[in-house]
Nanobody, 112 residues
Framework: VQLVESGGGLVEPGGSLRLSCVAS?????????LSWYRQAPGKERELVAT????????IHLDSVKGRFTISRDNAKDSVFLQMNDMKTEDTAMYYC?????WGHGTQVIVSS
């Protein structure tokens, strides 16, 4: 099983990014809850958002509620994180997680 994130990069405050995570060799992908985590330098990894098998989602961080949205496309074995109105404190490595598997992460830097 591989989870490969993409879509990170440098963005100015107020900007947007859409992160993608594609799973390969992941049987029954649609049967698993999917999550995005992030880890800022010097800080612990934190759970950002989860989307369940039925499509219901939860944004776990109060600081991103109303700005971030998680979605999934089971036909493409993919999960996404849409990030709008980004802030400097969103700077972190972002990881997707499913079952017991982690991706390697995609770096997001919010800076002017």
């Amino acid at each position: 099983v591989q989870l490969v994130e993409s879509g990170g990069g440098l963005v100015e405050p107020g900007g947007s990014l859409r992160l993608s995570c594609v799973a390969s060799e992941f049987t029954f992908f649609r049967w698993y809850d999917l999550s995005w985590y992030r880890q800022a330098p010097g800080k612990e990894r934190e759970l950002v958002a989860t989307i369940r098998t039925n499509g219901d989602s939860t944004i776990h961080l109060d600081s991103v509620k109303g700005r971030f949205t998680i979605s999934r496309d089971n036909a493409k074995d993919s999960v996404f994180l849409q990030m709008n109105d980004m802030k400097t404190e969103d700077t972190a490595m972002y990881y997707c997680f499913a079952s017991d598997y982690w991706g390697h992460g995609t770096q997001v830097i919010v800076s002017s």
